[in-house]
């Protein structure tokens, strides 16, 4: 297993896990019809156009030559970011490579790039339900903030996303 920075070409790559890992990790709390009808085209042109611009940073887990997982992170996307703070926008694998340290290999070196570029807290939103998520986060480090829950921002979807914050007091794990 190998863990490097994303390239253009992965952008069919990396949307085939995007979908799957969706399909996967939020039967159940998304509605079949949408987690049925992503479309692996366009998640390729959305992350063919992420991979155009420096942010956000993209990195790819690879098997066997094969791209089985992805993280993208950035500054914190809300009206209270600072330099200091960074936000794990996605970290998914493809279904039959979760629970085997891939995600936290690629974990590790996502958080190992937002520490170089100066963070000392990273946040990350969590689906309410998505135990696996909760799980492998709080193993992380990260702890849910109190009363920062907010509905979930899909169109025709009910629940809600809890920000989980870590924060490395020495910038870094």
Not at 129 to 151: L, Q, T, V
């Amino acid at each position: 297993m190998r863990i490097r920075h994303a390239t253009t070409s992965d952008a069919l790559s990396i949307a085939q896990v995007h979908v799957r890992s969706w399909q996967y990790a939020y039967r159940g709390l998304l509605t079949d019809d949408l987690l049925d009808n992503l479309s692996v085209e366009k998640r390729q042109v959305m992350w063919a156009r992420s991979l155009a611009n420096p942010t956000p940073s993209l990195l790819v887990a690879e098997d066997s030559d094969e791209i089985v997982g992805f993280s993208a992170f950035g500054p914190y996307r809300d009206a209270m970011g600072s330099p200091t703070v960074h936000e794990l926008w996605a970290l998914y694998l493809l279904p039959d490579h979760c629970s085997k340290g891939i995600g936290h290999q690629l974990w590790l070196a996502s958080c190992a790039e937002m520490v170089s570029q100066g963070s000392t807290d990273i946040r990350v939103w969590v689906l309410a339900g998505n135990n696996r998520a909760e799980h492998f986060y709080k193993k992380a480090g990260f702890r849910p903030e109190p009363d920062s829950s907010k509905p979930l921002a899909l169109p025709g979807q009910h629940g809600s996303e809890t920000r989980f914050t870590l924060h490395l007091p020495s910038g870094r794990l």
